[in-house]
T-cell receptor
Framework: KAGVTQTPRYLIKTRGQQVTLSCSPISGHRSVSWYQQTPGQGLQFLFE???????NKGNFPGRFSGRQFSNSRSEMNVSTLELGDSALYLC????????????????FGPGTRLTVL | GIQVEQSPPDLILQEGANSTLRCNFSDSVNNLQWFHQNPWGQLINLFYIPSGTKQNGRLSATTVATERYSLLYISSSQTTDSGVYFC???????????FGKGTSLLVTP
């Protein structure tokens, strides 16, 4: 099975712009989560989607949003970019919620490295 | 939220040495995973281990849920083991992993 894929891998934006990141989960997985990694704050949970519904959201401002499509692909959007949004954004998928799923293991993609200038 | 503490923060080993990384957490957990982050940033899943012991080659992990800690053992370390090791837990089935700050491991030839 192919792993979690994220596009683009690298992105450079300027303050005030908006950005959309994409994540394709492992085939069959319906749960997709997003995380932000920065040197100062470490890895922090952004939100989780299951079957197109957001089930949980981390402590981030409303400028961070996401959605999930019927094929389980997910996008996250950051509007009005700030310098502090420069980070590695990681997407993970999980078989949780699937009948017969043995674990809630989360599998991560390679990430999108966003630089805000 | 649940607190996750990893120790040591940094570790330098010579090739062939063994090491133990520790993860303490402040509440009962439904999910505990160990990851290795490679130099390109990808988190590689090592173990899903909310309780018990598992082994995979030179790596093994033990979680004692009642005492709220987990240990990752690396035996006969290789330079390719270098990187940052993260412990992450999910305590309330909110589908949100809480990560520790990681242990940065450098294995020298």
């Amino acid at each position: 099975k192919a792993g979690v894929t994220q596009t683009p891998r690298y992105l450079i934006k300027t303050r005030g712009q908006q950005v959309t990141l994409s994540c394709s989960p492992i085939s069959g997985h319906r749960s997709v989560s997003w995380y932000q990694q920065t040197p100062g704050q470490g890895l922090q949970f952004l939100f989780e989607y299951f079957s197109e519904t957001q089930r949980n959201k981390g402590n981030f401002p409303g400028r961070f949003s996401g959605r999930q499509f019927s094929n389980s692909r997910s996008e996250m959007n950051v509007s009005t970019l700030e310098l502090g949004d420069s980070a590695l954004y990681l997407c993970a998928s999980s078989p949780r919620g699937l009948a017969g799923a043995a674990t809630d293991t989360q599998y991560f993609g390679p990430g999108t490295r966003l630089t805000v200038l | 939220g649940i607190q996750v503490e990893q120790s040591p923060p940094d570790l330098i080993l010579q090739e062939g040495a063994n090491s133990t990384l520790r993860c303490n957490f402040s509440d009962s957990v439904n999910n505990l995973q160990w990851f290795h982050q490679n130099p390109w940033g990808q988190l590689i899943n090592l173990f899903y281990i909310p309780s018990g012991t598992k082994q995979n080659g030179r790596l093994s992990a033990t979680t004692v849920a009642t005492e709220r800690y987990s240990l990752l053992y690396i035996s006969s370390s290789q330079t390719t083991d270098s990187g940052v090791y993260f412990c992450a837990v999910d305590s309330d089935s909110g589908y949100a992993l809480n990560f520790g700050k990681g242990t940065s491991l450098l294995v020298t030839p």
